[in-house]
Every structure is written in C-alpha cells, then in structure tokens.
C-alpha cells in the first residue's frame, strides 16, 4: 500500500519561509514498481482547482510552475523503504495559502523533465494546511 503523509504546515506571516515534508513509502511494493517515479507538492485553495508547485524524478530532475520558480525549492531524500520529499517556500504571501498535498507517479522518461500535469501522479497524501496572513 502506498502511503503519503505530509507534514509542516501551518500559519505564517507574509514574507516568512516554511518547510513541508511528506515520507513516501509502499510505491516500489505497488503496481508501478517496475516503474521508476515522479513525485510532487500540489495545492488547491478554497474554490479553485489543484494546481502544481514542484516536481522531482526518480533522477533529480525538477519542474517548476511559474509563480514557485525562484520562491520554492524541492528535494527529495532516498531511504531504504521510503522516500522523503521537502519543499522549502520562501517569500510567502496571502497567494499561497492553501492546501498543500505531495503525490508519487509512474515516471520512466529520463530526458524529460517530470511533469506538471496532476493526471500523471496516482497516490496521494491527506494534505497540510499552509496560511499566509499579512
């Protein structure tokens, strides 16, 4: 079974820096373990839809959206059974406040960057709330 359990979250002042993590374990038990990955920090605020933050390959390879480029970094860290997946955010503002939610997804392309697109990631955490107030 695959699990995802993100933590980190909570509340902060505009132009502050907070960490999430998120220990990933159970993909190379899973359906997809010939498979290598990608894995991801999405967030999806009141009344919008999930949008991407970051992404990262089996290979280190990372993605970027727009607005996260230059604020946010991720990582990744590789365990014996599990993966941990950091996302450092810097310079937050009142935009950033949302849910946030790390996912894992077959990925097998090693020139391409991982992807952006929520369809390709298959398991999901619960979420960490993240609230910039000014």
């Known amino acids: 079974q695959v699990q995802l359990v993100e933590s980190g979250g909570g509340s902060v002042q505009t132009g502050e820096a907070l960490t999430l993590s998120c220990v990933v374990s159970?993909?190379?038990?899973?359906?997809?373990?010939?498979?290598?990955?990608?894995m991801g920090w999405f967030r999806q605020a009141p009344g919008k839809e999930r949008e991407v933050v970051a992404a990262?390959?089996?290979?280190?390879?990372?993605?970027?959206a727009d607005f996260a480029r230059g604020r946010f970094t991720i990582t990744m860290v590789k365990e014996t059974a599990q993966n941990i997946l950091h996302l450092q955010m810097t310079a937050l503002t009142h935009e950033d406040t949302a849910m946030y939610y790390c996912?894992?997804?077959?990925?097998?392309?090693?020139?391409?960057?991982?992807?952006?697109?929520?369809?390709?990631?298959?398991?999901w955490g619960q979420g960490t709330q993240v609230t910039v107030s000014s």
């Open positions: 996912a894992i997804g077959p990925w097998i392309y090693l020139y391409l960057p991982p992807p952006l697109n929520v369809d390709e990631y298959k398991f």
């Open positions: 990262i390959d089996f290979d280190g390879d990372t993605n970027y």
């Open positions: 159970g993909y190379s038990e899973s359906e997809y373990r010939d498979k290598k990955y990608s």
